[in-house]
């Protein structure tokens, strides 16, 4: 079992910046690439970026190409999502996930762990 805590979610303008963690714990981190997810409402969950269990490889949507900055810290058992230049429509719950394999995915069925997420607001 891995447990995931996201936290860092706000309300904050349009053009403002925000930096989520997700913390986890159980089983080792280093073996899991993780992703980042949210949900507006009445919105299917999307995927925002991923990161590989290494850290060496990561993938944005199109939606937060150059917004957005995934990282992870292995050490601290904690994965990051940046969020610079954020916009009304980015408001939605976010999720952090653990997958069980090397790079990351886009599918959300694929991921084993899910967090409670946290909640971002952008006002205009």
């Known amino acids: 079992q891995v447990q995931l805590i996201e936290s860092g979610g706000g309300l904050v303008q349009a053009g403002g910046s925000l930096r989520l963690s997700c913390a986890a714990s159980?089983?080792?981190?280093?073996?899991?690439?993780m992703g980042w997810f949210r949900q507006a409402p009445g919105k299917e969950r999307e995927f925002v970026a991923g990161?590989?269990?290494?850290?060496?490889?990561?993938a944005d949507a199109d939606s937060v190409k150059g917004r957005f900055t995934i990282a992870r810290d292995n050490a601290k058992n904690t994965v990051y999502l940046q969020m610079n230049s954020l916009k009304p429509e980015d408001t939605a719950v976010y999720y952090c996930?653990?997958?069980?394999?090397?790079?990351?995915?886009?599918?959300?069925?694929?991921?084993?762990?899910w967090g409670q997420g946290t909640q971002v607001t952008v006002s205009s």
């Open positions: 990161i590989s269990y290494s850290g060496r490889t990561t």
């Open positions: 159980g089983r080792t981190f280093s073996n899991y690439a």
């Open positions: 996930a653990a997958g069980g394999f090397a790079l990351p995915t886009t599918t959300a069925t694929m991921y084993d762990y």
